[in-house]
């Protein structure tokens, strides 16, 4: 018997939190903070948790770890690459990016979920299964996808709702773009930046100029976290680094951190343009409210054009009938998306918001 609590991140964007119990055996999944300002799970209440089990390292999934103490300091579970990003005084019990593990005597299967530097979904062997799929896409060009296996309980990534639009559907809607002189795109260096870098030059455009963050998140990818690419991709990925200029005025397509513009040289870059006509400025994910992004985007100053780094909900449909689920938690989308969800969910139970019962 398991029981699962959604303490964050089901029925709104917002940190990523999910408790196991399995006998006396308490699972935590992904302890996020954000995406927007001063957003923290409510952990006061969750008692002491065994085993931190992390799917990736971006903040909404991993930011939350000062909450550690709050829930008993337990072991933390995460790939190697993950690992590395995490607050040095973290030390991490390594997960594969591809395999299977032991955490408090129950089996847990890792697989990389398509999205960032050392992301996986986690599969625990509880019933007749439990998959997290934390954060995934099945259409990056950089970073590779494995199927998992089947599981009664899905917690899946429905951040996009009921969108639909494919990635090279984005792509043809941002390549005019590209083709202007000047063009500055807030990006996170570990996600969507290196995909966006890596389709510049492979439709035959010139490289992008990047800063440092982009540059050495480059190059760890191509050393260190290749195990989480697609193949073929290292080698471009290393050339990206070692040649693409360095940010030096408005020219061309710039790739800068951070995705929402609250801090890095994007930050900086647009406190020097935004209130002149050039370069255009693009966001291409997820906007939190009361950030730089939001604010430009709303005067005009900056469009906004997405780039697919979540599933569609086709893809979600898809992962729901190969996974044979019978329960399916939508995580990180909107609840008002629970009809669009319920159609393409069935004849699994979608559940919003609730405990769920294996
Ligand atoms: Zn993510």
Not at 13 to 42: H, N, T, V
Request: overall charge neutral; aromatic content about 6%.
């Amino acid at each position: 018997m398991a029981r699962l609590v959604a303490i964050s991140g089901s029925g709104a964007k917002g940190p990523a939190c999910f408790m196991i119990e399995a006998g006396a055996a308490r699972f935590m999944l992904d302890l996020g903070y954000g995406p927007q300002p001063g957003l923290w799970p409510s952990v006061d209440s969750v008692g002491r948790i065994d085993a931190l089990l992390l799917s990736h390292g971006h903040r909404d999934h991993a930011g939350g770890l000062s909450l550690l103490p709050k829930i008993g300091n337990p072991p933390v579970y995460a790939t190697a690459t993950v690992a590395r990003m995490l607050p040095p005084e973290i030390v991490a019990n390594t997960l594969p990016e591809q395999g299977v593990s032991e955490v408090l005597g129950v089996r847990v299967e890792t697989g990389r979920s398509g999205h960032a530097p050392g992301g996986v979904w986690i599969h625990l062997a509880l019933g007749n299964g439990v998959l997290y799929m934390g954060d995934y896409s099945i259409e990056s060009m950089v970073y590779a996808y494995d199927p998992p296996p089947p599981a009664e309980l899905v917690i899946l990534d429905a951040s996009y709702g009921g969108y639909e639009t494919a990635l090279a559907e984005c792509q043809k809607n941002l390549d005019p773009l590209f083709d202007e002189a000047r063009l500055l795109l807030p990006v996170p260096e570990g996600g969507r930046g290196p995909e966006i870098a890596l389709h510049l030059v492979r439709s035959g455009r010139d490289a992008p100029y990047i800063d440092e963050a982009m540059r050495s998140a480059l190059r760890r990818l191509a050393n260190t976290d290749h195990a989480s690419l697609r193949e073929g991709v290292a080698a471009d990925l290393a050339r990206l680094a070692a040649t693409a200029k360095t940010i030096d005025g408005p020219l061309g397509v710039m790739l800068a951190s951070r995705a929402d513009a609250t801090a890095g040289e994007a930050a900086r870059l647009i406190g020097q343009w935004e209130h002149a006509a050039e370069p255009g400025i693009v966001f291409t994910g997820y906007i939190p409210p009361g950030t730089p992004a939001e604010r430009l985007t709303r005067s005009g100053r900056a469009k906004y054009l997405r780039w697919n780094v979540h599933p569609r909900l086709s893809d979600n449909a898809a992962l729901v009938r190969s996974a044979g689920a019978r329960t399916v938690v939508p995580a990180f989308g909107e609840a008002r998306h629970l009809p669009a969800w319920q159609r393409a969910f069935a004849p699994a139970r979608v559940v919003v918001n609730q405990t769920v019962e294996l």
